[in-house]
Nanobody, 125 residues
Framework: QVNLAESGGASVQVGESLRLSCEGF????????MAWFRQAPGTEREGVAR???????DYVDSVKGRFTISKDNTKNILYLQMNNLRPEDTAMYYC???????????????????RGQGTQVTVSS
C-alpha cells in the first residue's frame, strides 16, 4: 500500500514552467507503475502520463514534447516537469499508483488503485 501526496502546483503565466512532485509513503515506488492525471472543472479526468517500473513512459498527445514524467526511486518521489504551459493545462493534477510485478502498466483510461489529493495548476494568458 502507498499513500501519495502531491505538491508544486501554482498560478503561472502562459509559456512558463512548473515541476510537480508526488511523494509516496509506504511501499517503494519500485513496485508500482505511476501516473499523473488531471481534471478541470466540468470535465472528465484525463490521463496525462504514465511511467513503468523500467522507466519507460507514455504521454497523452496534448502534452507530448512539453511534459516529462520521471521518478526517483531512492526518495520515493514522482515528478512531472511541465514546460511551455498553456491555459488549457489548467486543472487539478493528481498522481496515481498501481502495483505491478512487471513492466505492465494500466491504461490511462483505467481507474488506478491509489491516488493523491491533488495540486492545483492555473495557467493565465
Amino acid at each position: 500500500q502507498v499513500n501519495l501526496a502531491e505538491s508544486g502546483g501554482a498560478s503561472v503565466q502562459v509559456g512558463e514552467s512548473l515541476r510537480l512532485s508526488c511523494e509516496g509513503f509506504g511501499d517503494s515506488y519500485t513496485m508500482y507503475c505511476m501516473a499523473w492525471f488531471r481534471q478541470a472543472p466540468g470535465t472528465e479526468r484525463e490521463g496525462v502520463a504514465r511511467i513503468r517500473r523500467d522507466g519507460s513512459a507514455d504521454y497523452v498527445d496534448s502534452v507530448k514534447g512539453r511534459f516529462t514524467i520521471s521518478k526517483d526511486n531512492t526518495k520515493n518521489i514522482l515528478y512531472l516537469q511541465m514546460n511551455n504551459l498553456r491555459p488549457e493545462d489548467t486543472a487539478m493534477y493528481y498522481c496515481a499508483a498501481e502495483y505491478s510485478s512487471s513492466d505492465w502498466c494500466p491504461l490511462l483510461s483505467w481507474v488506478w488503485s491509489y491516488r493523491g489529493q491533488g495540486t492545483q495548476v492555473t495557467v493565465s494568458s
